[in-house]
Each structure stands twice: as C-alpha cells, then as structure tokens.
C-alpha cells in the first residue's frame, strides 16, 4: 500500500484548519467548488470536479485535531482509499499532516496526484492565513 | 525505502526543462538562488539555502532525456538519496517525472520535502513556461 504525506504549518489555529476541511463553504474555498459536505461522522461528501464526481464518506471527526475521509466513489484508483488532516497545535499555529493512504500502487497518476494535492495543502494554508485559496 | 514522486505536465519541449535542470543559470531560478552546476557527469553541483549545503554529485545525463544526481551532503535524512527527473515528450510538451529516492524512512521531514518539492516543481514549470520561478 502507497501513501501520499505532505505536512504544512498553516498560520492558524488548529480550529480554523479545522473548519476549512470539515464544512462545505470551507473546502469550496480550497479544494473544489462545487461541494457538497456537512461536518458528521458517517455523511457523504460529495465533489464534482468537471465530469468527475467524488464520495467521500466522514469517517472520523475530532474538532481541532482530525478527520477522516474514505473515498465510496472516484476515479477507480482512489475506491477504497483513505483521506486524513491531522493537526497540531504549535505555538497558536497549526502543523497539518495531510495523508491520502491506501493506494494500492505508486502509479502516474499517483505521483500526479501528490503534486496537485501539495498545490491544494498550499491554498488551503492560504484560505486560512489570507482568507483566499485556489480551488478547482 | 520511500520515494517522493511528482508528475507534473510542462508547457515546453523537453529541451527547454532539461537544460533549466541541469544548467547553473536554469537551476538558480527554480530551486536554489544559490547554485554551483554544470551539466557534467561527475561534477558536484551545490545548492546553499541560508545555513544549509547540498552537495549533489551528477551521475546521469541522458540530453532532452533523464538528469540523475546522488546526495553527498546535506541534511541527514538526504545523504545517499538520489534525486532525477525523467522527461518525456508529449504532443511538443514535457511530462516531468521527478523522483526523490531512497529515503529509510517515511517521517516528518520525508512529508515536509514532499509538499516544498511539489511547490519547486510548479516553480520549474512556471519559468519554462513564462520565464520566471520562485527559487529560494
């Protein structure tokens, strides 16, 4: 099983990090537009990216620390996989541990989605610093 | 052993990316301001960030093609680890495979790398793209 980490220290406090990825109008400022997304354990969150649709089930939610995603629905390659924002307080800032886990190779597009999702931990750090991000 | 990988698409014939990977003047705008290089195997091209020395020896240089370079000095986690960049023509542009290997172990530093190397990729792309990165 492939892993991708990307770790990054936002100028935020963990509850702010918090909230960019667990509520809808959070993660439509960083990640993708059109978002549906409600912060509960066991809901489905769903991201449509152009024709492709993304569904991710909340399946660990512990405000200001960590949530857990698992991928229902996607490109064929991510069924299965598991999303997770682990964070940590650091002096009033926040060190992110992003991980999407469970690949079951390290493939192109593997290696092309760990460059994208380092681009999306950068606007995401930027959403929470400046209060603007560049979702898709 | 764990690899970072990045696949990243660029608007530029090979050519152009591999000579802004192996040339002093190409590196100094995408990766380090401070650089020592020649596009020659065996030489030892330096990067210098504030405090910190990379010393990376060039052991593969295939033009338009494949740079290799194994880590003599730096910090510890990187000494031994042999970073490359894999180009591959596509429709006149380049699909960049950059590969950092041979890290023991997949850590905090391993996950740090990873997110600054996508933002160096994306800076590699922008200068072969529009003539101008953001190198530190």
């Not at 702010?16 to 667990?22: G, L, S």
């Not at 569904?55 to 299965?80: F, H, N, Q, Y």
């Not at 682990?86 to 760990?114: I, M, Q, S």
Request: glycine share 8%; with cysteine.
């Amino acid at each position: 099983m492939a892993e991708i980490r990307h770790n990054v220290v936002i100028k935020a406090a963990p509850g702010k990090v918090y909230e960019a990825v667990t509520t809808q109008e959070g993660i439509e400022h960083w990640w993708c537009k059109q978002t549906t997304a409600k912060p509960e354990l066991g809901f489905v969150n769903v991201f449509t990216f152009g024709k492709t649709r993304n569904e991710m089930k909340v399946t660990g939610l512990s405000p200001g620390k960590r949530v857990e995603w698992e991928c229902l629905d996607a490109i064929e390659e991510w069924i299965g996989t598991r999303i997770s924002f682990d964070l940590e307080e650091r002096n009033g800032h926040t060190l992110l541990r992003f991980t999407h886990a469970g690949w079951r190779a390290v493939t192109d597009t593997f290696a092309e989605c760990n460059y994208h999702w380092a681009l999306f931990m950068k606007s995401l750090k930027s959403l929470c610093e400046t209060g603007s991000g560049t979702p898709s």
